[in-house]
């Protein structure tokens, strides 16, 4: 016959197993908050825009599977109970919500592990920015004369005036040094860049729009230009003025 003592036993490893889910929906909620305040932080200008994404499905994960536990120990509880009433000991078969828990947390482990290094891998290929300087850089995959034509045929096509075409590693040629492929398109749009100057003057020292495209000296072709999120925190600009600088990013993206 079961006693006092297996019923109390049966009650401790029910509360254990309700802790374990809300501790499970406690760090889902944490894990999803700090994509979105990462996120925010980013819009801010106080961090590069990348992709924190995978903290909010995670996140949600977890906080589902805390709910998920919490529903199983209390059926599971129900079970031993009954089974305690009725003779038995309860304790004849494994732990199907122990085990079924331990295979979900290690997939959604390795789901995490995999997903990190592909986004931390792709954000390291395709965009890179300094936090302390604010300089975006992406990579080319064309010689520099080339990315500098298709960004010239993109500014004519969309209406911006290419204000100058500045020839770094000419112009040191010309001086009797050598420097890598180097050249900085200034450009800009009087419609956009005037609302920015009304908004906040002194953006008129980042005025007109640039981008660098250079060589390095292992021949990797690069395109660089100033953060939009950097500008505005720089010159605080009001939110609704930051589209306007995107320019850059898009001719940037359209060139590699």
């Not at 006092?4 to 049966?10: G, H, N, V």
């Not at 010689?143 to 993109?154: G, L, P």
């Not at 009087?190 to 908004?199: A, N, R, V």
């Amino acid at each position: 016959m079961s006693g006092p003592s297996d019923y109390l036993a049966a009650e401790r490893t029910f509360l254990a197993w309700i802790r374990t889910g809300l501790a499970l929906m406690g760090f889902g909620f944490v894990v999803a908050r700090f994509g979105i305040y990462i996120q925010a932080l980013a819009l801010e200008g106080h961090l590069p825009d990348q992709s924190y994404g995978l903290s909010v499905p995670f996140g949600t994960a977890l906080v589902a599977l805390g709910v998920v536990v919490n529903i199983g120990c209390a059926w599971n509880y129900l079970r031993l109970v009954r089974e305690l009433k009725q003779g038995g000991t309860g304790v004849d078969r494994a732990s199907r919500l122990g085990v079924g828990l331990a295979a979900l947390l290690a997939a959604l482990g390795l789901a995490m592990v995999i997903g990190l290094i592909f986004f931390s891998h792709a954000n390291g290929e395709h965009a890179h920015m300094s936090a302390d300087n604010g300089i975006v850089t992406l990579p080319s995959q064309h010689s520099v004369d080339e990315t500098v034509a298709t960004i010239q045929r993109e500014l004519q096509a969309k209406g911006i005036k290419l204000f100058a075409l500045v020839d770094h590693s000419g112009e040191a040629q010309a001086a009797g040094l050598k420097m890598p492929n180097t050249k900085l398109l200034i450009f800009g749009n009087p419609k956009g860049g005037t609302p920015l100057m009304l908004g906040s003057p002194s953006i008129a020292i980042d005025l007109p729009m640039k981008l660098l495209v250079a060589e390095d000296a292992n021949g990797k072709v690069s395109i660089s230009y100033n953060a939009p999120t950097y500008l505005q925190a720089r010159h605080n600009l009001p939110k609704e003025l930051v589209a306007v600088l995107g320019a850059p990013d898009a001719l940037a993206k359209g060139a590699q």
